[in-house]
């Protein structure tokens, strides 16, 4: 699954970029469902659990 979402930003300065990342894990803690995602171009996971309220968009298939 490949999820958009705002990049995290700080209080003074809200972000104005989106991030394209795939789902490569999924799981629940204290506050509710979770997913850890990774960019295609990225060696490691992010350090964020993404909630579903981060979401913008969810893709579901690309042309080529």
Known sequence: NVVVMREPADDALP?????????????????GAYVITRGD???????????VANFKWLVIGFLY
Request: proline share 0%.
């Open 41 to 51: 171009n990225n060696t490691s996971n992010d350090l964020f659990r993404w909630r």
């Open 15 to 31: 972000s104005k970029w989106y991030l394209l990342h795939r789902i490569v894990k999924k799981g629940t803690d204290t506050l």
